[in-house]
């Protein structure tokens, strides 16, 4: 008896698809554009609001919770990290003061790969310095001063350093990475080595 009652409904059901061809089909076409519809603008939203964000947190220079300036060392050696999944440090040496950057206020530091990393300033063709004589910079700096963006580059750099004295060094690139251009301050970082004096304050 329910054999032939489905029987009977299947039978019903196939005439009603055979005789509704178009209209299945449009409601199918139909279906699927939705679908489509739906995964893209959700992709395009979680899509926008990530370039928003980041764009927003290039604006501001890092992506760091908690900014810290100026901090002395025993301060620093002393620092409770309970509760701190991470930490950069950095030290500023100088302002820079090419000729060639006058445009684009540039910072001469030293940085670990942490600070680099949180600074949008992480090399990604190379490494960070190791000795006294290398530097990791952004492409722009390297287009200012009329260089290929090759590792191994020669470059000098002049700075002012805290008496406001002019120093300046050639050092060889070893690093570089894609320009922050939604930041003001450019950094070059050198190596930790490369700090004359080891009592100098830090930013965390």
Known sequence: MLGKKYATIRKLSNRNIIEHKFRH?????????????????????SSTYNNVEEDYLKQNGNTSQIQAFDVPLESFENFK????????????????????????PSELRYADSNYAEYMFSLPTQ???????????????????LGKDATLGTDITIYWLDEDM????????VVGIWEENSLYTTRNLWVSKDFIEKTDRNIDL
């Open 25 to 45: 089909a449009l409601n199918i076409i139909v279906i699927m554009c939705l679908t489509i519809f739906i995964c893209a603008f959700e992709i395009v939203s």
């Open 81 to 104: 990290m309970d509760n701190i999944e991470e930490i950069g440090q950095s030290v500023y040496i100088g302002n820079v003061i090419n000729n060639e950057f006058r445009n684009r």
């Open 126 to 144: 190379g490494r960070m310095p190791d000795s006294k004589n290398e530097i990791a910079v952004d492409r722009s700096v390297l287009d200012n």
């Open 165 to 172: 004295q002019e120093q300046s060094q050639t050092f060889k």
